[in-house]
């Protein structure tokens, strides 16, 4: 991970809501200040766990920086560089307009114009545009050496990196220019929508457009004409900017055989757009505990009695615990439901285990691997974020001697298993 926090780079977080998108923006951020890089977390999270987990009073559209006393009072090094932001991406379309179109007369037009106002304030993608109009504008202008994006909640955060293209592809049309122009009569615009693409034009500005009658997307297209050029050439540097090495994308997600699956499509999709996944962070799996055992060197490890090496040796003592169970005769009905629940919870932890272990073998050559675990208290302040930071420095490593403990107490469970049922 690493390796994905240089100078220069905006590193853009994606995944489903409720993995921990933001807490791992956070959490990187953080690492990235450690580095010396003077970095900005930046969220479009409406939430305000990101302030909480920084412990800042507030989070405004401005950045505002970590004070010393709160990176003291972590234990960390009081000159990190560290600020968050909120995109507020309210005013960010009037701002756009303003900048490119001169004309006062023609910018209130715009402003009170119906479709305008559909394509700014009800079109799904928009706040997304917005914000990555600010991200473009912060970027070139702010001066922060790394920029860590937290994405919106929910399943947009794909949407939000194909919005620019498809604001350019509707505004740059030149059928949407050659429909809407206003000197043709209704009649005349009839006759070309007959045309395939200009039905799709039209169905695509629809979408944009929720109710908007003709007549007042003609008027939008009228007076936005002398500033089009400039608008669409504006998008599509944001577009580079998106597909440019600068940009890295990383994929959060639990180990939920679920948040997998999404996380492959995600993986096949981005594919298909032409984007590059950096890093995939494996968030909430397994406890700090395991993660801190595994951490040990393998000697240390080895030193543990017990015939299972010490990350996993929990696991392997649910395997004995129907077998001393039957020796000392408390083998009754109650028990016995707690023995299998115990179980339950060994068997689930190894598919785990398993399925994540698969997952990092099937990733593309050059897609890094991170993996946090479970905080059992949570992630509200900066000690902990910083406790996170560092698992996720340390990448994927936890996953060999993991597996090898996994391997153990899967033989273990086989042999008491033979066992029990010798003796039954
Ligand atoms: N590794 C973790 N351990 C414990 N709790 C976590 C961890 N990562 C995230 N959380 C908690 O899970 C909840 C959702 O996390 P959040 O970062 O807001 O997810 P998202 O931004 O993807 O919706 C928050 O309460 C957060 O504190
Ligand atoms: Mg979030």
């Known amino acids: 991970m690493k390796d994905l926090l240089t100078k220069g780079s905006i590193t853009i977080l994606l995944g489903t809501g409720g993995v921990g998108k933001t807490t791992i923006a956070a959490a990187l951020a953080l690492a990235g200040a450690s580095a010396k890089l003077n970095t900005a977390v930046i969220t479009v999270d409406p939430s305000e766990r990101l302030r909480d987990a920084l412990g800042l009073a507030h989070l405004g559209g401005d950045p505002t920086r970590i004070g010393t006393r709160q990176l003291a009072a972590a234990g960390l090094d009081r000159n990190l560089q560290l600020s968050a932001m909120m995109l507020d991406v309210s005013g960010e379309w009037d ?22 106002k559909s394509l700014t304030v009800e ?3 928009s706040e997304a545009f917005a914000a990555l109009q600010r991200l473009y504008d912060l970027h070139q202008t702010a001066g922060f050496e790394l920029e860590v994006v937290d994405t919106p909640p929910a399943s947009h955060s794909f949407e939000f990196l194909q919005t620019p293209a498809r604001m350019i592809r509707l505004l740059d049309s030149r059928t949407a220019r ?35 009658v003709l007549s007042t997307i003609t008027d939008f297209f009228a007076a936005m004409a002398e500033s089009m050029d400039a608008i669409i050439d504006r998008m599509h540097k944001t577009e580079a900017l998106l597909h440019s090495p600068a940009v890295k994308f990383v994929m959060v997600t639990t180990a939920e055989p679920d948040r997998i699956r999404q996380a492959r499509e995600l993986l096949s999709q981005m594919d298909s757009e032409g984007l590059k996944l950096s890093a995939i962070v494996i968030n909430r799996f397994l406890d700090e505990r395991t993660f801190q055992e595994c951490a040990r060197p393998a000697r240390e490890r080895s030193a543990a009695a017990d015939s299972v090496e010490r990350p996993l040796s929990h696991l392997a003592e649910i395997s004995e615990l129907r077998a001393s169970l039957a020796k000392d005769g408390a083998d009754g009905n109650g028990s016995a439901r707690l023995v299998n629940h115990f ?4 068997d689930r932890t190894l598919d785990e285990i398993k399925r994540v272990a698969s997952f990092a073998r099937e990733l593309p050559p050059g897609v890094k691997l991170a ?16 406790r ?37």
């Open 95 to 116: 701002a756009i307009i303003k900048r490119f179109v001169t004309d006062p007369a023609r910018r209130e037009k715009i402003f009170d114009n119906p479709f305008y």
């Open 123 to 125: 079109f799904a993608g």
């Open 178 to 212: 050659w429909l809407f122009t206003p000197s043709l009569s209704a009649g005349r615009i009839a006759m070309k929508v007959a045309s395939e693409t200009a039905r799709f034009v039209v169905r695509e500005i629809e979408r944009f457009a929720g109710g908007s």
């Open 343 to 346: 179980e339950e919870y060994r």
């Open 371 to 386: 993996i946090a675990p479970e905080i059992e208290a949570g992630v509200r302040d900066l000690a902990t974020l910083s």
């Open 388 to 424: 996170v930071s560092g698992y996720l420095l340390s990448g994927s490593t936890i996953l060999k001697p993991l597996e090898a403990s996994a391997r153990g107490v899967e033989s273990l469970r086989e042999n008491n298993r033979l066992r029990g049922g010798r003796q039954g």
